[in-house]
Structure formats: structure tokens, C-alpha cells
């Protein structure tokens, strides 16, 4: 049942870093992979078409509050908040990480990485899902709180999910990727011109533009 994320991922692989989920576009915007007025584009545009797609189950369904209400992500029974907010920042950082590690042309594997992308996904909601609900998407959540009007726990799914993949994209890009380096780190800190995927003294990347990068 995961196929359909892997089939949204698929298409725009052949493009240049399209995120299709915020958490993975601010992950993208720390590591300095995208501009800062594309980040804020895709995010308008997620945020957008969150609340359209909470406003089509509104239009076509009999049961209105009821339906969007069980596509809120909430707590599961008997887990805090705070809980579910530990929650998503785990899954999103696994998330995420994949994400960057299938993107990293040193390790060979980007043919792979929709797949890869969506067994992630498919993991962390079975394993999540009735702990928090399982978001790992800041836009997912936002659109059918917003149109529902059951907004009492989205700071967890605003605010959870941006700091996994902050820590994810600045762990994976300085610790893991196949070109880390403390010169990689000085060039992300002061270099206009930075390239995250240059030669900074480990590994020479070759062909990444085809590499997807997005979930």
C-alpha cells in the first residue's frame, strides 16, 4: 500500500530536487541543497495543497466532520503529546536520512531510492502509526487540522517533524555522506558559491542530477 508514494516519487526522480513533503524541503534548505525562495515556494505550495485535499473530502464525502476527522493525525490512545512529538522527530529523522542516503551518489544506490523511500515510509507507519499517528509531513498534518478545525495537537506535527529532518539532513551531510569533511563543514558555513555535493578532499561525485531527492 506504499506504492503510491513510490509512484509520486518516481516522476519527479529524473528532475532536480523536488521535495514533496516539508520535512524533507527544510532538511534540503539546512543542508543548502536548495535556494532559500524554493524552499519557501515548495512549502506554500505543500501547505496549499493540504488544505484543498482536506476540502475535497469535505466536498465528496456524506459524513463530513466525521470522515476528515479520522484523517487528523491525533495521539494515539493513551500517548502524551510530548510522547507523540518524540515520536515524529524519530521517524522523520529515519525518514529523511534515507532520503539523503539514497541520494548520495558515492554509495551507488540512488536507482533504488523510491523504493528505499517508500519501505522507510511503510516501516514508520507501521510502527507509528497508532502511537502518533505517524506524519513525518508538517503539510500533511497542517490541511485537514485547518479545514476540520482540530488544531489542539499540530504543534506536534509542525514542530516534530522540521526537527527530524533538520538533525537527519545535518547529520547525514557531515557525518555519513561519502564526501564529509571538516572542509565540507567550513565551505557550509561561510562559502557563497557551497556545493554539497563537491570534492572536498574524500570522494569526487559524478551524475548527480538525476539522483531524486524528495518523499
Given at each position: 500500500w506504499r506504492s503510491p508514494k513510490m509512484?509520486?516519487?518516481?516522476?519527479?526522480?529524473?528532475?532536480?530536487?523536488?521535495?514533496?513533503?516539508?520535512?524533507?524541503?527544510?532538511?534540503?534548505?539546512?543542508?543548502?541543497?536548495?535556494?532559500?525562495?524554493?524552499?519557501?515556494?515548495?512549502?506554500?505550495?505543500?501547505?496549499?495543497?493540504?488544505?484543498?485535499?482536506?476540502?475535497?473530502?469535505?466536498?465528496?464525502?456524506?459524513?463530513?466532520?466525521?470522515?476528515l476527522a479520522m484523517s487528523v493525525n491525533q495521539p494515539g490512545s493513551g500517548i502524551s503529546a510530548g510522547q507523540a512529538f518524540g515520536g515524529e522527530i524519530f521517524i522523520t529523522y529515519l525518514l529523511v536520512f534515507t532520503v539523503f542516503s539514497v541520494?548520495?551518489?558515492?554509495?551507488?544506490?540512488?536507482?533504488?531510492?523510491?523504493?528505499?523511500?517508500?519501505?522507510?515510509?511503510?516501516?514508520?507507519?507501521?510502527?507509528?502509526?497508532?502511537?502518533?499517528?505517524?506524519?513525518?509531513?508538517?503539510?500533511?498534518?497542517?490541511?485537514?487540522?485547518?479545514?476540520?478545525?482540530?488544531?489542539?495537537?499540530?504543534?506536534?506535527?509542525l514542530i516534530g517533524p522540521c526537527i527530524g529532518g533538520v538533525l537527519a539532513a545535518f547529520l547525514y551531510d557531515f557525518v555519513f555522506a561519502t564526501n564529509c569533511s571538516m572542509k565540507k563543514f567550513k565551505a557550509w558555513l561561510g562559502e557563497p558559491n557551497y556545493n554539497p555535493d563537491g570534492d572536498y578532499g574524500i570522494y569526487t561525485p559524478a551524475g548527480k542530477d538525476d539522483i531524486p531527492l524528495e518523499a
Amino acid at each position: 500500500w506504499r506504492s503510491p508514494k513510490m509512484a509520486a516519487i518516481q516522476p519527479v526522480s529524473t528532475r532536480k530536487k523536488v521535495p514533496i513533503n516539508s520535512a524533507v524541503g527544510l532538511g534540503m534548505r539546512v543542508a543548502r541543497r536548495i535556494s532559500l525562495a524554493k524552499f519557501l515556494l515548495y512549502v506554500v505550495g505543500q501547505l496549499l495543497g493540504a488544505i484543498v485535499g482536506g476540502g475535497l473530502i469535505v466536498a465528496f464525502t456524506s459524513s463530513t466532520t466525521k470522515e476528515l476527522a479520522m484523517s487528523v493525525n491525533q495521539p494515539g490512545s493513551g500517548i502524551s503529546a510530548g510522547q507523540a512529538f518524540g515520536g515524529e522527530i524519530f521517524i522523520t529523522y529515519l525518514l529523511v536520512f534515507t532520503v539523503f542516503s539514497v541520494c548520495d551518489g558515492g554509495r551507488g544506490i540512488s536507482a533504488a531510492g523510491p523504493f528505499a523511500i517508500g519501505l522507510s515510509v511503510f516501516l514508520c507507519h507501521a510502527g507509528f502509526i497508532p502511537f502518533s499517528g505517524s506524519s513525518m509531513n508538517p503539510a500533511r498534518s497542517f490541511g485537514p487540522a485547518v479545514v476540520s478545525g482540530k488544531t489542539a495537537h499540530l504543534w506536534v506535527y509542525l514542530i516534530g517533524p522540521c526537527i527530524g529532518g533538520v538533525l537527519a539532513a545535518f547529520l547525514y551531510d557531515f557525518v555519513f555522506a561519502t564526501n564529509c569533511s571538516m572542509k565540507k563543514f567550513k565551505a557550509w558555513l561561510g562559502e557563497p558559491n557551497y556545493n554539497p555535493d563537491g570534492d572536498y578532499g574524500i570522494y569526487t561525485p559524478a551524475g548527480k542530477d538525476d539522483i531524486p531527492l524528495e518523499a
